[in-house]
């Protein structure tokens, strides 16, 4: 999955993994939306507060 624009504090893109654990720490306080890679139309937003 990818994380939607170049604010400060956007995680790194997430690569498609199986069987697998993969974290992302936000160190800024935001809303980070992002898109699943695999499924098109799979959207959601991080709400960090
Ligand atoms: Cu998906």
Known sequence: MVFQGTA???PT???T????TVG???????????????HPGMSGVVRVR
């Not at 993994?17 to 697998?20: D, E, K, P, V, Y």
């Not at 306080?29 to 890679?37: L, N, W």
């Open 24 to 38: 992302r720490r936000f160190g800024t306080v935001g809303d980070f939306a992002y898109d699943c890679t695999l």
């Open 17 to 20: 993994t199986s069987n697998a």
């Open 13 to 15: 893109p997430i690569p």
């Open 8 to 10: 400060s504090g956007t």
